[in-house]
């Protein structure tokens, strides 16, 4: 077996998680409104009427109940184990980031505690389970705002929270710049399409162990449209500020609260124009953790461009609103704490699926291994395999954006940072 779960991607599914979980607290409200109809003072007023309704309350109430049966089976066959479990903490945390006073409720040395609880939880994530530590990284970005600030969520008090899990996770942060140059390094020999996500991860990841920061973009045609299709690294340095990379630490902090100032999100936008991406043209996008955030930022609309389709692998993108004409593969691993630092969910569309599989970690081993790079190009080609409605469909639109098209150029850019 491939150990894959996937959610999402499927048009039947006609409802989202929250639809079912408030037609279940409907329900709910319905069964304690037909018990309050029989009290005993209740019966003084028009007896006929209450004995009658009594006759028929146990059958109402066993209908009742079978829906909201039906409603939680449905709620559990739309999801996965991990996400089910993560969607009963988020409702608490996203409480507090949306209503802060709900914290003087607790007493005041429970509230006081709180921040240095959470520090310590994502300080110590790479010393507890993978699903553990995922799950402390995005409650910590979720309620940190709140209980540092007293406030709602804004884009500072996000690059702080994800500092702060950064931080906890052994990477130092002290400051950085934005801004990069791009320059093209020359063309790749032909390769023709990709004809699996097996084969796409494979590209990404041949972008992300140059020697120096590149971006890989090809172009296909049919003689009248252009499809680009680009490959994004990951965060390739834990360094900031001056003379860093523009895929740095820095960068992946700021793609969570405002990625239109992240250096690698400058730096992509710059080498798709050099490479001739119009805003009319069909733009595909891959990328691996930042360069996933990148790829999902670009599909809500950052520069510009018209893009169809994005597959990430290991990104946090759950924050971002997507288009739902966007296709997006989101793959992540059930133990990797680095797509939870989004802080939420990847949504119930029929245009997004996410696919996960959990990685083997041995006691002692950091949960970050579940991160690596390696590990998700194994999950992408167990994906091709996979037959489940929702993959398959998205994969198939992904793929199907190269049929009839053939590779007429292949280029190579090489980033470097603008001191700043």
């Given at each position: 077996m491939s150990g894959l779960v996937s959610y999402g991607g499927d048009p039947a599914i006609i409802a989202s998680i929250d639809e079912i979980e408030r037609s279940r607290s409907t329900l709910e409200l319905v069964q304690q409104r037909l018990l309050k109809e029989f009290e005993l003072l209740d019966f003084l007023v028009d007896p006929v009427a209450r004995a009658a309704l009594a006759?028929?309350?146990p059958v109402l109430l066993a209908r009742l109940e079978k829906l909201k049966w039906a409603a939680g089976v449905a709620s559990d066959s739309y999801l996965s184990t991990e996400a089910r479990i993560t969607k009963q903490l988020d409702w608490v945390t996203s409480a507090v980031a949306k209503h802060p006073w709900l914290l003087n409720v607790l007493p005041n040395q429970v509230r006081a505690a709180l921040p240095a609880v959470l520090l310590a939880g994502s300080a110590a994530a790479t010393l507890v389970d993978g699903k553990t530590a995922r799950l402390m990284a995005r409650e910590t970005v979720?309620?940190?705002?709140a209980l540092t600030t007293?406030?709602?969520s804004s884009g500072e008090d996000s690059v702080a929270a994800a500092n702060m899990v950064a931080v906890g996770l052994g990477a130092l942060t002290r400051g950085g710049r934005v801004g990069a140059e791009v320059e093209s390094v020359g063309a790749l020999g032909m390769r023709g399409a990709p004809t699996s996500i097996g084969a796409i991860a494979e590209r990404v990841a041949a972008t992300h162990v140059t020697e120096k920061p590149t971006v890989v973009i090809e172009r296909y045609t049919d003689g009248n449209r252009s499809v680009f299709v680009a490959y994004l690294p990951g965060m390739r340095t834990l360094e900031v500020g001056a003379g860093s990379e523009p895929f740095?630490?820095?960068?992946?902090v700021q793609q969570l609260a405002d990625p239109e100032k992240a250096g690698s999100q400058i730096a992509v936008e710059e080498a798709l124009r050099a490479a001739g991406v119009k805003p009319t043209d069909e733009l595909v996008v891959a990328g691996y953790s930042q360069g996933g955030m990148v790829a999902g930022a670009l599909a809500s609309g950052a520069g510009g461009f018209n893009v169809s389709a994005i597959v990430t692998l290991g990104a946090p993108i759950a924050q971002?609103?997507?288009?739902?004409?966007t296709a997006v593969m989101a793959i992540e691993h059930s133990n990797d704490v680095i797509p939870a630092l989004s802080g939420a969910i990847n949504p119930l569309t029929e245009n997004w699926v996410t696919v996960a599989r959990e990685i083997d970690l041995h006691p002692g081993q950091s949960a970050l291994i579940a991160h690596e790079l390696d590990a998700y190009v194994e999950t992408s080609k167990l994906i091709d395999g996979d037959d489940s409605v929702g993959v398959t469909r998205i994969r198939d639109t992904v793929l199907k954006k190269f049929e009839g098209l053939?590779?007429?150029e292949t280029q190579t850019f090489e980033l470097k940072p603008i001191d700043g």
């Open positions: 006759l028929h309350a979720n309620m940190w705002p007293g406030q709602e740095d630490l820095t960068a992946s971002l609103e997507l288009p739902p004409d053939r590779l007429v």
